[in-house]
């Protein structure tokens, strides 16, 4: 027999031969075994994974079950499992924070540092640090403001976000989308177009509460979470997030109001505060106040809401402005927009003289009233034009950094760019504007081969061959909503 030597670790490891039902021709080199530390890793992790799910499931249930009990002791659930889930669900590439800690740079010894800061946040030695001020560029020109938390606070909300998950997904309302497990904004399409196609729908209320993040007041907010949780040391945690402050220019601003948008817990603190305030309260108002029809989804702070008839809908819209007010909150004047759309909605216009009904935004997306090749009601959606502006604006700016690069390279990167546009926004209705956007980054793609040099004649065709090889073609990857939505929700 081969003796084959021993790896580091002790196990041999030997490659079989090809035919092994026959005699081998001649000894196969044996292969050498791992040291066995990803195994053991990837091993820790899944158990580490398991109980923490078994853990929560019982909180879950206990939650479903007891709708109106608060839940005293919850903080033991923050253990290092909790925290070690935490840490691998952050995004490896993410800005660090005032700490400048990466999170390569936290991976290195994890488990001696998730150690040290259980015990810590366990004692209360546990201080968040305060977030640093950035601002990314929104679609219609603006700066929205990001808060970005230290790498030890996102693992510590992230942590608690898990637990806190537990008992809210039974008690959130099912017109909420954002940010909430197993839910995207792709369900949020889904359920609206259902719905202006299933329901009577005659008015659209396109909503949008105004700076709704730095808004929230932090004295209600707490008072809701007190509602379902009874454990001191929670609170006194959201507590410490939210008085963190934010760190600009050198100076660290503590403020009353706000959630800190971009940190982890941001967006379910955000959910709590609306399901009290507007989820609650707009499920009672349509089954006591509204004569008609009505719809209501929510994604975040954009909230659309379908009428049958549009006295409900200016009564509702009244009623709105008045409830957001007693929580520090208010509608966005220019964004908030009360407008005849749904499938008679043309023909009553019409009727009266007046031109195609308008259109309204939702996710990127633009929705119009149009026709089938049949002549019935169809829900279009058309990527947003700003949005595609600015994406446009960004790869050409990225092309012109990368200019240098050889072909092949600009081609890879390209194709991740549009494969990824592809992937939200190629939905049925939609296939023009995917087909625009390719065709303008073809252009852009040409626009920068020729600027390598005043002798390049980078012609259309040469480039269009490039699109093909590199770039997807354009073409719809989502169902029709109705087919998706009846999949998720079977009854």
């Not at 546009?421 to 065709?439: E, I, M, S």
């Amino acid at each position: 027999m081969h003796d084959p030597e021993k790896s580091d670790s002790g196990i041999v490891a030997v490659k079989p031969t090809n035919k092994a039902g026959q005699p081998a021709a001649e000894p196969v080199e044996p292969r050498l075994g791992t040291k066995g530390n990803a195994e053991q890793q990837h091993m820790h992790r899944t158990q580490s994974r398991a109980r923490m799910s078994q853990s929560l499931d019982r909180v879950r249930q206990a939650a479903r079950l007891r709708k109106k009990e608060r839940f005293t002791a919850l903080f033991h659930h923050i253990n290092v499992d909790t925290l070690r889930t935490a840490f691998y669900a952050l995004r490896r590439k993410a800005a660090p924070g005032v700490d400048g800690m990466t999170w390569q740079d936290y991976e290195a010894d994890l488990e001696r540092k998730l150690e040290d800061l259980h015990r810590r946040v366990q004692r209360g030695a546990y201080r968040p640090q305060p977030s640093r001020r950035t601002f990314i560029l929104k679609a219609d020109g603006k700066q929205r403001p990001l808060a970005i938390a230290a790498l030890e606070d996102k693992i510590v909300q992230g942590a608690t976000v898990m637990v806190l998950n537990a008992i809210y997904e039974g008690d959130f309302c099912g017109l909420s989308y954002g940010f909430r497990p197993g839910r995207g904004p792709h369900d949020a399409l889904d359920a609206l177009c259902v719905a202006i196609n299933m329901r009577k729908v005659n008015w659209i209320l396109d909503a949008d509460i105004q700076n709704f993040f730095g808004a929230v007041s932090q004295d209600w907010l707490v008072r809701f979470v007190e509602h379902r949780i009874g454990d001191k040391r929670i609170i006194r945690l959201i507590r410490k997030w939210l008085k963190a402050g934010i760190l600009e220019d050198g100076i660290v601003t503590i403020d009353d109001r706000g959630t800190g948008q971009g940190s982890v817990i941001s967006p379910l603190l955000a959910n709590i505060y609306l399901h009290y305030v507007f989820d609650l309260w707009a499920q009672r108002w349509r089954q006591r106040e509204a004569t008609g029809d009505m719809i209501i989804v929510r994604y975040a702070d954009d909230v659309i809401v379908g009428f049958e008839h549009e006295g409900d809908a200016r009564r509702f819209l009244d009623a709105t402005r008045a409830r957001l007010e007693e929580f520090m909150l208010s509608l966005h004047p220019d964004k908030t927009r009360l407008i005849e759309f749904g499938r008679h909605a043309a023909a009553d216009r019409k009727r009266r003289g007046l031109g195609k009904p308008e259109t309204f935004a939702f996710l990127g997306f633009t929705f119009i009233c149009g026709r089938s090749r049949r002549g019935r009601f169809l829900l279009v959606r058309k990527t947003r034009r700003d949005r595609m502006q600015t994406k446009l604006r960004s790869i050409k700016e990225e092309l012109r950094r990368r200019m240098p690069w050889p072909i092949p390279e600009q081609g890879r990167w390209l194709r991740q760019v549009v494969t990824g546009h592809f992937a939200y926004f190629a939905v049925p209705t939609n296939g023009r504007a995917l087909q625009a956007f390719r065709c303008h980054v073809t252009d852009l793609w040409r626009r920068t081969l020729r600027r390598r040099s005043q002798r390049n004649r980078t012609t259309w065709t040469r480039t269009t061959r490039l699109a093909g090889d590199w770039l997807p073609q354009a073409k719809i990857l989502h169902p029709w909503p109705n087919q998706r939505f009846s999949v998720r929700h079977p009854r």
